[in-house]
């Protein structure tokens, strides 16, 4: 059973909406990635965080943002939706940012933008 | 940036057959990994093999760093085999991924 927990499995939202999605912290885990996986692809990286900082990013506009919170959980915020982000958001978590041994993924969620 | 590309895409199999799945990436990494993406989105971590040979039961990984390529090996494959196989690679402390392969493996 995994240790990361995402919140919500699945949802819909229209094109320029907002969205947040929400990820657990494996214990004793205290860096926190996200991934968007377009159906038939491999995962890509968006950001990273530790110590509730940014600290790497991936080539993704700045309309996405993040948090990392003092429990390590973490949450992803969307801005003005578009049809192309209409993906599976995947977050992980690693022991820290230099042990890149240990992922464990969460189940995902699946955004769907009509 | 780092080009990570995974051969075959598609693979179809009876149980118990034998497969080799194949990582070629276009730079150096500092290490490489392979994962298990399940029918529910979840990736699973098969291996950390930045070089060298591991075994995990009917799995096997090999990875030849001054080649730039990785091998993984499944054997005697089961149905719960089926999936997405993704490899990874590390350079600045973030997962670039292949387009994965999807392994079928029907009774």
């Known amino acids: 059973e995994t240790g990361v927990t995402q919140s919500p499995t699945h949802l819909i939202k229209t094109r320029g909406q907002q969205v947040t999605l929400r990820c657990s912290s494996q214990?004793?885990?205290?860096?926190v990635s996200w991934y968007q996986q377009a159906l038939g692809q491999g995962p890509q990286f968006i950001f990273q965080?530790?110590?509730?900082?940014?600290?790497g990013r991936g080539n993704f506009p700045p309309r996405f943002s993040g948090l990392q919170f003092p429990n390590y959980s973490s949450e992803l915020n969307v801005n003005a939706l578009e049809l192309d982000d209409s993906a599976l958001y995947l977050c992980?978590?690693?022991?820290?940012?230099?042990?890149?041994?240990?992922?464990?993924f969460g189940s995902g969620t699946r955004l769907t933008v009509v | 940036g780092i080009q990570v590309e995974q051969s075959p895409p598609d693979l179809i199999l009876q149980e118990g057959a034998n497969s080799t799945l194949r990582c070629n990436f276009s730079?150096?990494?500092?290490?490489l990994q392979w994962f298990h993406q399940n029918p529910w989105g979840q990736l699973i971590n098969l291996f950390y093999i930045p070089s060298g040979t591991k075994q995990n039961g009917r799995l096997s990984a090999t990875t030849v760093a001054t080649e730039r390529y990785s091998l993984l090996y499944i054997s005697s494959s089961q149905t719960t085999d089926s999936g997405v196989y993704f490899c990874a690679v590390d350079r600045y402390s973030t997962l670039t991924f292949g387009k994965g392969t999807m392994l079928l493996v029907s009774p």
């Open positions: 965080y530790y110590r509730e900082e940014e600290n």
């Open positions: 992980a978590t690693i022991p820290s940012p230099h042990r890149q041994d240990g992922y464990t």
């Open positions: 214990s004793g885990h205290n860096t």
């Open positions: 730079d150096s990494v500092n290490n």
